[in-house]
């Protein structure tokens, strides 16, 4: 005989439950995705605000001239390898650290923006800005100052034309234009002011560095001709050849752990995974043990014979509580029994019967009171049961011709 702690609407109600558990695990396996630290709104490669590269990211991924682009969380030089081209663009913070110095003296082709802008995110819109205004220029200076030795950031009005090196079309830039000046850098995109394009050769290392971001942000890369003067900022450093180029997201804090398992347990959605296989082991274990302590006692065997059919027809009896019609017809037997012994006339039932039955006890001197039996409708047990186990002594009484002849019987 199994033995199971779980009743059928227990079991359903079980099964819906993992059920639920894993359809929403599979629903919601696609909105689970890297925990952003960056600022939503501001100037990276994710950012759709006015402020952010967006579109200029989708512009190198998109193009059909050749470029491809994509955002890197972790490990960024790995992703440049020996010919990418490495994005620093607005960095959130200063270059001093090792670990971007580390990627300036290494990658050997790297694009430099500096930053520009100050926002606020918005009330409504977490992923829009709310107010934007000018930096102060020492933000940039310190991320300048982090790449080349010497030059400093000023602001001035924009040109009514640029020098240039390069065959890009002129920006489109409105209000103050941020422009190097005093470097040694060399000038690619230039006004008598300053540079706001300038390129550092070290060796075969080509660090290219644009001063004012606005052309390439996303409120300003679709003014003009700031599309094409982006792309060919990029073409500059990719040289004719199939480079990747690799937005540095790191720098605007975007960090992507590195790859482990119990990591990935506890993150969404295979913590739901963990969560359902936990309650499939508990159900298990559960439905095993069945009970705690000392095991069960072995259920006991249905025996033969005709002495386990009375006892098992007297439970039933005892289960059902039909203990009064039980003794009613039991007394009734006894009398025909006593009237079948002393050879009684057939067909003598009920009064006439209990009649016949007085005279056979008056004849052979036995007494004749428990014939006096409670009427049909009587049901206290306890009397029917002291009538009942007098009218069983009295007719082996009157069957052997002597009163309380076997005494106890």
């Not at 159900?283 to 006991?300: C, Q």
């Amino acid at each position: 005989m199994t033995y199971s702690p779980f009743q059928p609407r227990v079991l359903a109600a079980l099964a819906a439950a993992l059920c639920t558990l894993f359809a929403a695990s599979l629903l919601l396996t696609g909105l689970g995705g890297r925990e952003a630290t960056g600022l939503p709104s501001g100037a990276n490669g994710y950012s759709n605000s006015a402020v952010g590269h967006l579109a200029f990211y989708e512009l190198l991924r998109l193009t059909g001239s050749g470029y491809g682009a994509l955002r890197v969380e972790q490990r960024p030089l790995e992703a440049v390898g020996a010919n990418g081209v490495l994005i620093l663009a607005e960095p959130a913070e200063s270059l001093a650290g090792d670990e971007n110095r580390n990627k300036l003296a290494t990658a050997q082709r790297i694009l430099i923006i500096l930053p520009k802008w100050a926002v606020r995110p918005g009330e409504r819109r977490k992923d829009w800005i709310g107010q934007a205004e000018l930096a102060s220029p020492l933000r940039a200076q310190a991320v300048l100052s982090a790449a080349i030795s010497g030059g400093d950031v000023i602001r001035a009005k924009p040109p009514s034309r640029y020098t240039k090196t390069i065959a890009a079309p002129d920006p489109s830039i409105e209000g103050e234009l941020q422009l190097i000046k005093g470097s040694n850098l060399i000038p690619l995109i230039s006004t008598p002011d300053g540079i706001l394009l300038g390129e550092l050769r070290q060796g075969g290392r080509r660090t290219l560095i644009l001063a004012d971001p606005d052309p390439i942000q996303n409120h300003g890369i679709g003014k003009g001709d700031n599309a094409a003067f982006a792309r060919e900022i990029v073409a500059v450093l990719r040289d004719g050849q199939r480079r990747p180029v690799v937005f540095d997201e790191t720098i605007h804090g975007f960090r992507r752990s590195a790859p482990n398992l119990l990591t990935f347990l506890y993150d969404f959605p295979l913590n739901l995974a963990v969560v359902q296989s936990l309650a499939a082991i508990a159900l298990l274990l559960w439905s095993a043990m069945g009970r705690f302590g000392a095991p069960l006692p072995a259920p006991r065997r249905l025996d033969a014979g005709q002495q386990a059919l009375i006892g098992n027809t007297a439970a039933l009896i005892d289960y059902a509580g039909h203990h009064a019609p039980v003794l009613q017809r039991y007394n009734a037997m006894l009398l025909q029994e006593a009237a079948r012994a002393l050879r009684a006339p057939p067909g003598l039932e009920g009064p006439a019967l209990g009649a016949w039955l007085a005279q056979a006890c008056q004849a052979r001197g036995i007494d004749a009171g428990p014939l006096a039996l409670p009427s049909a409708g009587h049901h206290d047990l306890p009397s029917l049961l002291a009538a009942t186990q007098a009218l069983h002594h009295w007719r082996k009484d009157l069957t052997h011709g002597t009163p309380r002849r076997l005494d106890d019987h």
